[in-house]
Nanobody, 124 residues
Framework: QVQLVESGGGLIQAGGSLRLSCEAS????????MGWFRQAPGKERDFVAV????????YYADSVKGRFTIFRDIAKNTLYLQMNNLKPEDTAVYYC?????????????????WGQGTQVTVSS
């Protein structure tokens, strides 16, 4: 079992930066694939970024590439999402997720463990 708790969301103006955190517990964090997804009002949950535990390789949705960075601190068992140059269209509830298979995935059904979500609101 993996437990995930997100934090760091808030209200920010366009062009600003936020860092989301996701604290994981329950199993060896270094061997877990972890991702960030987001869900805007009235829309489906979309993939944002993923990091593989085995080699720290990352992959991003085109909409956030160059602005967002996913990384982790193994010692703290914490996943992060650094979000720069935020845009109003980034407004959503952001969720971290984990899967125990070592293959990265952009599909939410492949993730067995989810946090409760944290709201990010970007004003224009």
């Amino acid at each position: 079992q993996v437990q995930l708790v997100e934090s760091g969301g808030g209200l920010i103006q366009a062009g600003g930066s936020l860092r989301l955190s996701c604290e994981a517990s329950g199993r060896t964090f270094s061997n877990v694939v972890m991702g960030w997804f987001r869900q805007a009002p009235g829309k489906e949950r979309d993939f944002v970024a993923v990091i593989r535990g085995i080699n720290n390789s990352t992959y991003y949705a085109d909409s956030v590439k160059g602005r967002f960075t996913i990384f982790r601190d193994i010692a703290k068992n914490t996943l992060y999402l650094q979000m720069n140059n935020l845009k109003p269209e980034d407004t959503a509830v952001y969720y971290c997720a984990a899967r125990t298979n070592n293959a990265a995935s952009i599909t939410q059904k492949d993730y067995a463990y989810w946090g409760q979500g944290t709201q990010v609101t970007v004003s224009s």
